[in-house]
């Protein structure tokens, strides 16, 4: 319990809300597809893999954040919003899809985040 809470209380509610619902959206989107190729079968996996991104997305998303804005720091960019727009879904829709991978690398963050916050 006492991960979960480290882990969860180092990310701001804010956060984690909007990450969840970008992610509860591209599972809608899943199962929504899901639906309509139903005369296959059912594919748990997949349904388990959908669940499983959308639980993690936000800690992929952390983690792409952070890159970021290791990356640019506080420099402004300017372009056009439709680009912007679809760079944003294409980068989010990866991030969905590879959260798996990518997640626990933010889970290991923000726990050695949260050590040195209550260490210092």
Request: charged residues 10%; proline residues 3%; glycine residues 6%.
């Amino acid at each position: 319990m006492n991960f979960l809470r480290r882990i969860f209380g180092g990310v701001q509610p804010s956060y984690l809300i909007r990450s969840y619902l970008m992610g509860a959206v591209v599972f809608a989107m899943m199962m929504s597809m899901l639906s309509v190729e139903a005369q296959t079968g059912s594919p748990v996996a997949l349904v388990v893999f959908s669940l499983a991104s959308t639980l993690l997305f936000p800690f992929a998303k952390l983690v792409w954040d952070e890159l970021r804005n290791l990356a640019l720091g506080n420099n402004i960019l300017f372009m056009n919003a439709i680009v912007l727009f679809m760079l944003k879904l294409l980068v989010n829709l990866l991030l969905w899809a590879c959260a798996i991978v990518i997640a626990p690398i933010g889970i290991l963050y923000l726990w050695f985040q949260t050590r040195q916050q209550t260490a210092g």
